[in-house]
């Protein structure tokens, strides 16, 4: 069991840019999900993926954001066109079911300039 | 709409300390509710998870209790060490899948 990796750890980019996170739960876990978090305040979810197939999308999740998860296995999430606003950690979690809790990774800090 | 309060928003104590940490959420047609600790630009750790028919759980220093029927649940740290400073964040989930968490308690125990 080596945890939930995320990568990259942290991400600068220039607003208008695209940017790509990867997540990579762990390997028994068949629940993966996307939350987002600012500065003081708790994460939100965004969506969430039962193997392949994704079950749940935050209105948060605006057209600009895709979250795929190919095979059941490492998930992405792209954010199109960034804006300032989309400046946050952005945190993914696995879990093998309701009973077990989650397992959050690291998270992706992300900077829009 | 589910929503989660946790008081206090800090708190500051001297090492050694015993202190509670509280959180309440509006709809108690809960399935578990989890404590977690965030460390300054870090992921989640998880501390303790209750389902909906416990009432609570203990790990090492660390209590957490469940009162489903009045939306409450209180985090228990005893002995505090300057090790235990963080966030603390309490996170409820219902009939769906996702997590709702509160804004957390900043902690900090002074040598």
């Known amino acids: 069991d080596t945890g939930v990796s995320q990568d990259p750890r942290h991400k600068i980019t220039k607003r208008g840019q695209n940017v790509t996170f990867r997540c990579d739960p762990i390997s028994e876990h068949n629940r993966l999900y996307w939350y987002r978090q600012t500065l003081g305040q708790g994460p939100e979810f965004l969506t969430y993926?039962?193997?392949?197939?994704?079950?749940?999308k935050s209105r948060l999740l605006s057209d600009r954001f895709s979250a795929e998860r190919p095979k059941g296995s490492f998930s992405t999430l792209e954010i199109q066109r960034t804006e300032q606003g989309d400046s946050a950690m952005y945190l993914c979690a696995s879990s093998r079911d309701l009973n077990y809790g989650y397992t959050f990774g690291s998270g992706t800090r992300l900077t829009v300039v | 709409k589910q929503e989660v309060t946790q008081i206090p928003a800090a708190l500051s104590v001297p090492e050694g300390e015993n202190l509670v940490l509280n959180c309440s959420f509006t709809?108690?047609?809960?399935?578990?509710l989890q404590w977690f600790r965030q460390d300054p630009g870090k992921g989640l750790t998880s501390l303790l998870l209750i389902q909906s028919s416990q009432r609570e759980q203990t790990s090492g220093r660390l209590n957490a209790s469940l009162d489903k029927s009045s939306g409450r649940s209180t985090l228990y740290i005893a002995a505090s060490q300057p090790g235990d400073s963080a966030t603390y964040l309490c996170?409820?989930?219902?009939?769906?899948?996702?997590?709702?968490f509160g804004k957390g308690t900043k902690l900090t125990v002074n040598p």
């Open positions: 993926f039962q193997n392949e197939a994704q079950l749940e």
């Open positions: 709809d108690s047609a809960i399935y578990n």
């Open positions: 996170a409820v989930q219902g009939g769906s899948e996702k997590l709702v």
